[in-house]
């Protein structure tokens, strides 16, 4: 049923802006005099957990859904959001009813705010008010406020913490203050909306001359990612996106790699810091690797090859475990460590850490709770079910009470699964912690898993388990040891993998496999070149001995600590910090720009921004990259944009 159209009046609005800077408020626990509604959301510390965050209030409380690929696009300010909201209540839909307003909770909280439903499920409008005094304004003020003293209720009912509902006081430190290039955990999809320069015209004017430099240096690139966006769906298209350089966003297309060197499709010769997200510890292409790969080509699948024993050898020698299985990528292994420690525990719980990546499977696809529900997980992403991560718990790195929650709730978590050095923020990385947590999943007989995708092989030849002296009961493998070929590994204690295949039996007596069994399986498991390419690198690491990781721990220094001393003697606050031979960029700043300018200067940077060193970096590649960096900061400062 159509309803006229009801323009909404500027009081109306205002009263819709002060309901969503109350919303924003809550979330970000600052208070609403905090919050510029004209600043970008960056800059107000407003990352993309925290919009997840808003959606459903304001969902509940004006009855407008939002999605994050609208706010990406079109919304960048709190006061465009609050804009958006108010002209979908002021102009009524024809379309569906908002999900929002199917369920029972909303449709209650109307009713409370003595709104009339619209019969035929579209956006309901707020009618004219009874009270002669009080105009349409009176009406939303009364609207959201009732709307939001019913939500308050409605959290304490369920348990949360109320104080959740109410604005930190005016002189509360502000806890987000982060802009998207701080933001290192999840999502992927960030929202950038850097930098502040567009106000100022001469960065302005150097944000399009910089544009077209680097997109004519680049053209092929650019020109490849505008069919490739249409044709392929890839999270890449649109990873770090920022309106305000947009022209800038694509990816960069290889053409050849060698060593720690790559170059683009339009011939530009980089020095790679990315190197393969951390694959290509040996290098690109590394000496004999080609060969042994060409003799193996002849493999076709279905039956075993000889290749997998002698990794399985070398693996469970180098560290420390009984069994392995092996799988297509770091995904699938942590899956299946996760399905094989509720196997063999019987138990379903599974414990994570805040900062954690393990792939993009949905049982790990999870975030803490809110307020007093804190510990049951919620989705990360649409098309996580609530019941995917229904049996994770989420806490704090490094958090005291991970271990008590560990200790007293013992009978129900099969597994704890950790990255001993997050990725995201290496510096967070503590023995002590880690040691705490093997000694409280020992004693309560829960699995820990130690998923060393990013450190297996890097930091120690028996990774962190090795350089920390701390045993897991299963560690999960990839990247490295595939040397660029895809692959993952479960190893762990013969009781936990043997609940894959009922564990080991002889020929000659009554031996059987007499372990209960999950179901782990698939069609390329053990795909002969990736265990031909495993073969090499494990070999290849253990030929070039213990010592191997220091020699590149130390590159790896020589470039942070050149990076610190650019940042402090140019006066900008950036810093390099990291673990071994991986690190990342810390600022409260974007650095989208700095990026495009070291990527013109010829150094490879993806768009997650980890920078990883290899065996193959030269000091003359660690020279090349220092000049870049400082030449690049030298730039945007004469530019005003740094
Ligand atoms: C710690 C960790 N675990 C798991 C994964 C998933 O591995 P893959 O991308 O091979 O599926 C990653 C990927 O970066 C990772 O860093």
Redesign the pocket.
């Known amino acids: 049923m159509a309803l006229p159209s009801v323009e909404m009046a500027t009081s109306e609005r205002n009263a819709v802006l002060d309901g969503v800077l109350g919303i924003f408020s809550r979330i970000l626990k600052v208070p609403p005099s905090r919050i510029v509604p004209d600043a970008s959301l960056a800059e107000n510390g407003i990352d993309s957990l925290a919009l997840f965050d808003v959606f459903e209030p304001i969902k509940a409380t004006f009855g407008v859904g939002l999605s994050m690929q609208q706010v990406l696009v079109e919304l960048r300010t709190v006061r465009e959001i609050a804009s958006f909201v108010a002209g979908r209540m002021g102009t009524p839909s024809t379309g569906r009813a908002d999900p929002a307003q199917a369920d029972g909770r909303t449709a209650d909280v109307r009713a409370g705010a003595s709104l009339d439903a619209c019969p035929d499920g579209g956006e309901l409008l707020p009618p004219e008010s009874a009270d002669p005094a009080g105009g349409p304004t009176g009406n939303v003020h009364n609207l959201i406020q009732s709307q939001l003293d019913i939500m308050a209720l409605q959290l304490r009912l369920l348990g949360r913490a109320p104080a959740d509902m109410v604005a930190e006081p005016a002189d509360a430190p502000s806890s987000r203050v982060a802009s998207t290039e701080k933001l290192i955990g999840m999502p992927f999809i960030t929202v950038s909306m850097s930098p502040a320069t567009c106000d100022d015209p001469q960065a302005a004017e150097y944000v399009r001359a910089f544009t077209a430099r680097y997109t004519a240096q680049t053209r092929r690139s650019k020109e490849h990612a505008t069919e490739f966006r249409a044709l392929v769906a890839d999270c890449r298209n649109s990873i770090g996106f920022d309106h305000h350089t947009k022209e800038l966003h694509y990816p960069i297309v290889a053409d050849r790699m060698a060593d720690a060197r790559v170059w683009d499709i339009d011939g530009n010769e980089y020095v790679d810091m990315t190197m393969g997200?951390g694959v290509h510890l040996l290098g690109h292409d590394p000496s004999g690797l080609r060969d042994a790969l060409t003799t193996g080509a002849s493999f076709g699948l279905g039956l075993r090859n000889s290749h997998a024993i002698e990794v399985a050898r070398l693996l469970t020698g180098m560290t420390g475990m009984d069994r392995v299985l092996f799988v297509n990528?770091?995904?699938e292994a942590?899956m299946s460590a996760v399905k094989v420690a509720r196997a063999s525990t019987g138990r379903n719980r599974i414990v994570l850490f805040d900062l954690?990546?393990?792939?993009?499977w949905d049982g790990v696809l999870a975030r803490g709770g809110k307020g007093g529900d804190r510990l049951r997980a919620r989705p990360l992403f649409l098309g996580v079910t609530p019941g995917a991560v229904e049996d994770t718990v989420v806490f704090e790195f490094g958090s005291e009470e991970a271990l008590r929650y560990v200790r007293d709730h013992s009978s129900d978590i099969a597994a704890v699964l950790i990255?001993p050095v997050p990725?995201r923020d290496p510096t967070r990385s503590s023995p002590d912690f880690l040691r705490a947590l093997r000694a409280a999943t020992r004693d309560a007989g829960v699995a820990l898993i130690f998923?060393e995708?990013?450190t297996g092989f890097r930091c120690h030849p028996a990774g962190i388990q090795g350089l920390y002296g701390i045993e897991a009961d299963i560690a999960?493998y990839?990247?490295v040891l595939g040397g660029g070929m895809p692959i993952?590994v479960v190893a762990g204690r013969s009781a936990i993998l043997d609940s894959i295949d009922g564990g080991p039996w002889s020929y000659g007596d009554d031996s059987y496999p007499r372990a209960r069994t999950t179901m782990v399986g698939g069609t390329y498991f053990q795909h002969p070149l990736s265990m031909i390419a495993a073969r090499f690198t494990l070999e290849e690491l253990a030929r070039r001995g213990a010592e191997f990781p220091a020699t590149i721990n130390g590159k790896a220094a020589r470039l942070m600590d050149g990076f610190n001393e650019i940042f402090h003697y140019s006066g900008v606050p950036v810093e390099a910090k990291g673990f071994g031979s991986f690190f990342r960029l810390y600022s409260d700043h974007s650095l989208s720009l700095l990026y495009h300018n070291l990527l013109l200067r010829g150094v490879y940077i993806w768009e997650w921004r980890s920078w990883f060193l290899s065996a193959a970096h030269t000091e003359a590649d660690i020279d090349a990259v220092l000049a870049a960096m400082q030449e690049s900061i030298e730039e945007l400062q004469r530019h005003g944009v740094m």
């Open positions: 997200f990528d770091g995904t942590v954690s990546y393990h792939g993009h990255e990725l998923d995708m990013i999960t990839g990247k993952g």
